[in-house]
């Protein structure tokens, strides 16, 4: 398949640019039926003995201002640590960025040691204190790029489970999440797991045009727990339904497991592309954000859902849904 098949029109009046307060206060479309419901209904919609899987990643504040060896000023982005002095780095501009350019930034110094490559680099760092204990202090939360309106605090981009500090952006599904709505979730008989994977910026990034499968997935990091792969054993041996919240947990899941479904506990990293033709082995229904056209999200996306898929955006959009990841979400029930 093209990635034109995947193209749509969103309107940039659909695109969130404010957090909606309270967090739980978003609206959610239930897919099955096309119900315009709101978030705050899925203790509804869920079912007494569902496992509701999160990612409990936190974002890195990886965004730092650094000046050349020639005076100049860059922006970068540390999206992935590859060693203990290695990172993959967003730096922009790129023009006039080669290896060997000496970058510093407080405490920081870097060498470019990659040519860049549609403006990511990889930068050797040189330091005597931890890169990510300096970015507590010298860095800034990245926020999408086309989110242009301003938050109150940067923890409005983290969720609540957030615990693992590693992610260049946030796993957005769970944003909506709330303690208040996780208690009323917990009395209807559902339990909660946890997962994480580091989610790095490649996951947004537009696909070229021309066929789908020529597109390179770069690696993520992601680790299952034991309880979590127990958790999920116990879900499907009662018949009950495995919720992933997000697409970052669809991808640690359906990764982690078996051809018999069964999830592996354990740490590695993912290079999943969930195109047409995938049949999850996992996961029994999805909650999502919508998804910015031409990217591997949409194609996931249109993946479980099926053709119908363009109907559904075309209702979001008609119905003044907000996209992307300070929008609104959808609850997808998944035929295995």
């Given at each position: 398949m093209d990635t034109a098949s995947f193209d749509y029109d969103l309107p940039d009046g659909s695109i969130a640019q404010e957090a909606i307060e309270p967090r739980d206060a978003a609206r959610l479309l239930v897919v099955k039926g096309?119900?315009?419901?709101?978030?705050?209904?899925?203790?509804?919609?869920?079912?007494?003995?569902?496992?509701?899987?999160?990612?409990?990643?936190?974002?890195?504040?990886?965004?730092?201002?650094?000046?050349?060896?020639?005076?100049?000023?860059?922006?970068?982005?540390?999206?992935?640590?590859?060693?203990?002095?290695?990172?993959?780095?967003?730096?922009?501009?790129?023009?006039?960025?080669?290896?060997?350019?000496?970058?510093?930034?407080?405490?920081?110094?870097m060498t470019v040691a990659t040519e860049p490559d549609r403006g990511i680099v990889t930068l050797h760092i040189e330091s005597d204190e931890s890169v990510d204990e300096i970015l507590e202090t010298l860095g800034e939360i990245p926020l999408p790029p086309y989110?242009?309106?301003?938050?109150?605090?940067?923890?409005?981009?983290?969720?609540?489970?957030?615990?693992?500090?590693?992610?260049?952006?946030?796993p957005t599904a769970a944003l909506h999440f709330t303690p208040g709505l996780v208690e009323a979730i917990g009395e209807r008989g559902v339990q909660f797991a946890e997962v994480d994977l580091e989610v790095g910026l490649d996951t947004f990034r537009?696909?070229?045009?021309?066929?789908?499968?020529?597109?390179?997935?770069?690696?993520?990091?992601?680790?299952?727990?034991?309880?979590?792969?127990?958790?999920?054993?116990?879900?499907?041996?009662?018949?009950?339904?495995?919720?992933?919240?997000?697409?970052?947990?669809?991808?640690?899941l359906e990764t982690a497991a078996h051809a018999d479904g069964?999830?592996?506990?354990?740490?590695?990293?993912?290079?999943?592309?969930?195109?047409?033709?995938?049949?999850?082995?996992?996961?029994?229904?999805v909650i999502t954000n919508f998804h910015a056209p031409r990217t591997t999200l949409i194609v996931m996306i249109a993946t479980l859902i099926g053709p119908a898929w363009?109907?559904?955006?075309?209702?979001?959009?008609?119905?003044?849904?907000?996209?992307?990841?300070?929008?609104?979400?959808?609850?997808?029930?998944?035929d295995q």
């Open positions: 096309m119900e315009d419901r709101a978030f705050l209904d899925l203790p509804q919609i869920l079912e007494p003995g569902d496992l509701v899987v999160v990612n409990n990643t936190r974002v890195r504040p990886a965004r730092i201002h650094a000046l050349k060896d020639t005076g100049g000023r860059v922006e970068l982005l540390l999206t992935k640590r590859i060693s203990e002095t290695e990172w993959e780095s967003m730096v922009r501009p790129a023009r006039r960025i080669r290896v060997g350019t000496s970058l510093v930034a407080g405490p920081l110094q989110f242009h309106g301003a938050l109150k605090d940067d923890e409005r981009y983290q969720t609540m489970f957030a615990t693992t500090t590693g992610s260049a952006a946030a537009p696909m070229d045009d021309g066929p789908i499968t020529n597109h390179e997935m770069h690696r993520e990091r992601y680790t299952v727990p034991q309880a979590t792969a127990a958790a999920i054993a116990e879900t499907r041996r009662r018949g009950s339904r495995v919720v992933a919240v997000g697409t970052t947990v669809v991808r640690t069964i999830v592996r506990a354990g740490s590695g990293s993912t290079e999943l592309f969930i195109s047409p033709g995938y049949r999850p082995r996992v996961i029994d229904a363009r109907q559904v955006y075309d209702h979001a959009i008609e119905s003044d849904y907000r996209f992307l990841s300070f929008g609104d979400a959808m609850f997808i029930e998944v």
